[in-house]
């Protein structure tokens, strides 16, 4: 037998350690919710303040978004789908080009209805419905299941985004999840902790369009999935002792 069987057991039994300890850490139970009110409060430490935890009450439109206009008794002053181009105007027929973003649809159809009654149609009676959100896009990248760009409803939340792209991966950091969001000042990224959001101890922040989540890696679950795949190697190697 070869004379460093020993430290070969040595290792066996570190490895079993490490395995140990992180199968005792992963033993331990999610905290239960908190009851009553989530805490809606923003963090500013974080970057939180221009979050919120409540949707418009009334959609915008935004570049990307499909519509259908309907001129009651009118088919061919109608038109679907009707797409906001990236200047966030919309091509109408018999009114042209008109500036549509930031409006709902319901102010949409009243600005359309006036432009009809100015010379073209008695009473007209428009409505504006949404046909596509394509505005709506959300990146998810770092440790989840699968990560992507998604489609979201208006009013969808951080928790959605991580739900689309399947949930954090083992090694996720939960408490490590960086948001990115362009504002008229720029870029900007709040921090939030998804463990504190599942306990209602944090607010779970609306999603805006174009927002980028990156979920944090913990590096000691990193090291154990590392020493997983080098597991077959291990066996591979004590058996031909």
């Known amino acids: ?11 066996l039994a570190s490895v079993v350690l490490i395995a140990t300890s992180f199968s005792l ?7 239960p919710p908190t009851v009553g009110l989530v805490n809606s409060a923003t963090v500013a430490a974080d970057g939180q303040a221009d979050y919120s935890p409540f949707a418009q009450t009334s959609y915008r439109l935004s570049p990307s978004d ?7 008794r009118e088919p061919d002053l109608s ?19 008109v ?24 009473n007209p009676s428009v409505s504006v ?7 709506h896009v959300v990146t998810v990248e770092g440790a989840v299941e699968k990560t992507g760009v998604y489609t979201f409803k208006p009013g969808a939340k951080l928790s959605t985004a991580l739900s689309l792209a399947s949930g954090p991966s083992r090694v996720a950091k939960l408490d490590r999840i960086a948001v990115f969001r362009q504002t008229a000042e720029g870029v900007k990224v709040a921090r939030f902790d998804y463990g504190a959001i599942r306990q209602g101890m944090m607010l779970d922040p609306v999603l805006a369009p174009g927002d980028r989540v990156v979920v944090g890696t913990s590096g000691s679950a990193q090291l154990w999935q590392d020493v997983l795949r080098a597991a077959p190697v ?3 190697f004590f058996t031909a002792l």
């Open 1 to 11: 037998m070869r004379s460093d069987f020993p430290e070969k057991k040595l290792f």
């Open 79 to 97: 038109a679907s789908p009707l797409m906001v181009g990236p200047d966030g105007t919309l091509a109408i027929p018999l009114i042209g080009v």
């Open 25 to 31: 850490a992963a033993c331990g139970s999610t905290p």
């Open 99 to 122: 500036k549509v973003q930031g409006l709902t649809p319901a102010e949409l159809a009243q600005l359309i209805k006036i432009k009809l009654a100015d010379g073209y149609i008695r």
């Open 234 to 236: 291990f066996g591979l």
């Open 66 to 72: 499909q519509i259908a206009v309907t001129v009651y």
């Open 129 to 135: 419905n949404m046909i596509e959100f394509a505005s």
